[in-house]
């Protein structure tokens, strides 16, 4: 393999905290065998990279990587590194946090750059993670880039933020409305927007009003909202005047799924004059008979779904030990165009 393109992959893999049993080893120690530099080159896209300085994976993280990085040095007989073990004395002098990083990069070059809570459930909620549907509607996002492309999108249940990010930064969307419930959830997605550069609508608007310079990365106006699915009210819905609806891993509990549903319905019923919403959800399909209720129930609410083709390229370099489907759901009396 190319050792640009191993480089690549060690460095993508590495940032966005993938399983370290499914990194290309093999073909690594073929490089150093050749090129006794190339794990420097390593080291230098990964641990000693500015963007793991600044924002860092897990110290356990980063303490398991290169002790294995050592290890795969030491199988073909190489005198020690000492830039590897003062890198992995670092590490070890770290004080682990219930906070880490996690990156991602994009084909402009770009990253998302994510606050993640270690725990998979913490404070209660589910929301301080991403979950892998969120991937997968991120990289379809930017395979369909005019599905956003000067629109208003909200977004349910929005996490930790990557999806939205991703759209923000790819896709050039005029408005991008996060939302969440829990406000740990809320808080931490604040967070990550302005870690990756962007300013909220509301604190543009404060400096526009004070005179004072507006420095975002692009026109799109965002704004993040508490959104109550069971108790939100028509007037709240006509306000955001979405044009595209999307949500990522939001099936996985029945009451849930059900509120989802009718929230859906009255999104539909929210549109004025000849204007009509797309709607897209991704699931990672964990529990089928849940799955199976959320279909049913927009059936029985006077809507119907199409499973649409998933991304053509992984862009992520995630652990696909799961499956993933996005629906587009429309109303029964509507017709739908979906890309083949």
């Known amino acids: 393999m190319d050792e640009l393109i191993l480089c690549d992959i060690f460095q993508r893999s590495f940032f966005c905290g993938r399983r370290l049993i499914n990194f290309p080893w093999r073909e690594f120690v073929g490089s150093i065998n050749s090129e006794p530099s190339f794990v420097l080159q ?10 793991c300085q600044q924002h860092p994976p897990s110290v356990m993280y980063r303490r398991l990587f290169l002790l ?3 290890k ?8 020690p590194l000492d830039e590897l073990y003062n890198a992995l004395a670092d590490v070890l002098n770290s004080q682990e946090n219930t906070l880490c990083y996690k990156s991602y990069f994009l084909p402009s070059g770009d990253n998302i750059t994510l606050s993640e809570k270690i725990a998979i459930i913490s404070e209660g909620t589910t929301g301080l993670v991403t979950w892998e549907a969120a991937l997968t509607l991120a990289e379809w996002s930017m395979e369909n880039i005019d599905v956003f492309k000067n629109r208003i999108i909200l977004e349910l249940g929005s996490g930790a933020g990557l999806t939205g ?17 829990h406000p740990k959830v809320l808080k931490q997605l604040t967070e990550n927007i302005l870690i990756n550069g962007f300013m909220l609508e509301e604190e543009q608007k404060s400096q526009v009003k004070d005179k004072t310079s507006v420095v975002t990365r692009n026109a799109v106006q965002l704004s993040v909202i508490e959104l ?8 709240q819905l006509l306000h955001l ?18 509120s989802l549903a009718k929230l859906l319905k009255e999104m539909f019923n929210c549109t004025v004059g000849k204007r009509t919403i797309d709607v ?8 089928p008979e849940t799955y199976k209720l959320f279909k049913k129930t927009l059936g029985e609410l006077g809507m ?4 649409i083709p998933g991304p053509m390229k992984i862009l992520f370099p995630c652990d696909r030990n799961y499956t993933a489907e996005i629906l587009k759901i429309y109303l029964d009396d509507l017709n739908v165009n979906i890309k083949d």
């Open 42 to 51: 390593i080291l230098q896209k990964t641990v000693l990279h500015p963007l």
């Open 68 to 70: 294995e990085l050592i």
């Open 72 to 79: 795969k040095h030491q199988s073909i007989g190489a005198e």
């Open 165 to 181: 990010l991703a759209v923000c930064k790819s896709c050039s969307p005029r408005k991008y409305v996060f939302s969440d419930h």
């Open 228 to 235: 109550d699915w069971q108790s939100v009210t028509k007037e």
């Open 241 to 258: 005047q979405a044009d595209v609806v999307i949500a990522s891993d939001v099936v996985y509990d029945p009451e849930i799924t059900v």
């Open 280 to 287: 897209f959800i991704a699931s990672t399909v964990r529990n």
């Open 304 to 307: 119907n779904f199409q499973v």
